[in-house]
């Protein structure tokens, strides 16, 4: 009846069927009524042309409520005609709106939505009923207030935020616990929702216990309330984290995201890239690398285009001087495997990891094979896998590099362009006779000591080019000051190294030059004797 009908109508079924499920309606009769209704859509779409349309929404609002499980789509598609209008509505409804970034808010409102508020402004509602509540211990009214909220898809933040009151406030577990019984039993948080929000929390209570001592202990005492009272299904709830390697090992980790939150809020504030490395280098804890990494790219995301910005600077700056690209690699797989969380507290969260993954590709810091490495370990079909695909297509599109270094509207992005300029017109002066302190100055002066492997990769590339080996004078003298440090000077040949195919085809010399400026690095020492290098065709050398 409501396909045919506004959307309002439509909504308020949508609404109906996640209030009624599991407390009133079995989770299998909801699975068969919509295989009914996908086995009929050739009728419906007789009576209501938009029917193919309209049951995709349907369906997908059904996935995103919790109502139904993702895998009802591939069991109902192999039992469906190949030509029927019910493969249509699975098809429909997988790419064109569960395959969508952010998917579950633009589903949720798709029909008018049921408030036209922001996620934000519902938390802000959220946090202040409960401190409402707790203060004044009325029930029937928080639980108007949840109701009035009509957000049914959102209930599984009210549990959480509910649960970290209770954790943080020890006074207001009882009233915390008796409201999210009262919920429950009311039908008012449905059996999905409530399992949803301690699954979120279990998700972050190791990162909760930097704050709250105990952290874990209290919510597996609220796990266990909410098992033996009946409101809370013991099955759905997730496993907290286990500390395998100990409570030492635990310490450890704790104290590092500590000391690696402080580290990043002062980076924002005076932007002291060298303040970073040595912090870095003090704390000497290199398994924690992948951590930091994500601490700072989950706290720019929470800020304005300015600290994203710097995020993305930094990032660059600790390649190879501080973090190997496994550890990088590694971060963005942590950042990734919990986006669909980070979604729920961060509207554009997608968005926002797909630009930090193409700017790290921008940036060489990494490479377009490290995305299909990140994709391998990311859950076919997850939201991280899906930002994967987004990042490349950023960098696929027409100027993608100027595009994405300027993505956070500017700021150091436009200096990175601005430098290889810069470079590029150092390196020609003094190849045509300029003077080698000038030029040592110049580079000095642009203040990205993370981006002198640039200058070493243009220099040696010049040199082929123009068949002036004065250029290489010019990256001794650098290395003796200690202007450019051997981990930058290795990155520079590396990337030079990759590229040599390429280059073989403008400078049919290049891997003879090449291989001799290699030996010639070695021999004066700013190049280590370990460093090795091959090409597409050729074996390591």
């Known amino acids: 009846m409501a396909m045919d009908r506004h959307d309002r109508e439509k909504e308020m079924a949508a609404v109906l069927l996640s209030s009624l499920y599991a407390d009133v309606i079995e989770p299998e009769q909801v699975s068969k009524g919509f295989s009914k209704l996908l086995d009929s859509a050739d009728d419906l779409a007789l009576d209501i042309p938009e029917a193919v349309d309209i049951l995709a929404l349907f369906v997908a609002r059904a996935v995103v409520d919790d109502i139904l499980p993702p895998a009802f789509l591939t069991k109902t598609l192999k039992s469906l005609p190949e030509d029927s209008k019910g493969v249509e509505v699975i098809q429909k409804s997988e790419k064109s709106y569960l395959s969508a970034p952010l998917h579950a808010e633009i589903i949720e409102r798709r029909w008018g939505g049921s408030t036209h508020i922001t996620v934000e402004e519902v938390k802000k509602k959220i946090s202040d009923l409960l401190n409402e509540y707790v203060e004044s211990g009325d029930k029937a009214e928080a639980c108007r207030c949840i109701r009035d909220l009509n957000v049914p898809f959102f209930h599984h ?300 990769k243009k220099a040696l590339v010049m040199a082929m080019e123009k068949k002036n080996d004065r250029l290489l004078n010019l990256l001794q003298e650098c290395s003796s000051e200690g202007l450019i440090t051997i981990n930058q000077m290795m990155k520079g040949f590396t990337r030079v190294a990759d590229s040599l195919d390429d280059l073989a085809l403008d400078i049919p010399n290049a891997r003879e030059k090449f291989s001799s400026y290699v030996e010639q690095a070695k021999v004066n020492g700013w190049l280590v004797s370990s460093f090795t290098y091959g090409t597409k065709s050729d074996p390591a050398v």
Request: overall charge negative; proline content about 3%; aromatic content about 6%.
């Open 157 to 456: 933040e009210v549990v959480k935020r509910a649960l970290i009151l209770a954790m943080e406030r020890r006074s207001a577990e009882p009233h915390i616990v008796a409201l999210l019984k009262e919920a429950a039993e009311e039908g008012l948080i449905t059996s999905s929702q409530m399992s949803k929000g301690f699954g979120r929390l279990a998700d972050t209570v190791v990162d909760l216990s930097l704050d709250i001592i105990n952290a874990k202990d209290m919510f597996e005492s609220l796990v266990l309330k909410a098992t033996t009272e009946g409101w809370l299904s013991p099955a759905s709830v997730k496993s907290i984290p286990s500390q395998q390697n100990g409570p030492a090992e635990h310490d450890n980790a704790r104290l590092f995201k500590e000391r690696a939150v402080t580290i990043i809020q002062e980076y924002f504030l005076s932007d002291d890239i060298s303040e970073v490395t040595r912090s870095l280098e003090d704390l000497a804890a290199p398994d924690f690398n992948a951590v930091f990494v994500k601490r700072l790219i989950t706290l720019a995301m929470d800020r304005k285009n300015r600290e994203k910005e710097m995020a993305s600077v930094l990032l660059s700056a600790l390649y190879t001087e501080v973090f190997p690209v496994e550890d990088i690699v590694n971060g963005f797989v942590l950042l990734l495997e919990s986006a669909e969380d980070t979604a729920l507290d961060i509207p554009d969260a997608a968005n926002e990891l797909s630009l930090f993954l193409a700017r790290a590709v921008i940036d060489d810091v990494l490479a377009p094979l490290n995305l299909e490495e990140i994709d391998s370990q990311l859950k076919p079909g997850s939201i991280g896998s899906e930002i994967v695909h987004m990042a490349r297509s950023l960098l696929a599109a027409r100027l993608a590099g100027e595009r994405i270094l300027r993505c956070w509207g500017g700021g150091t992005g436009w200096a990175v362009e601005d430098a290889k300029d810069k470079i590029n017109k150092l390196l020609e002066e003094y190849e045509t006779g300029g003077d080698i302190g000038e030029a040592c100055q110049c580079i000095r002066d642009l203040n990205m000591p993370f981006f002198h492997h640039e200058v070493v």
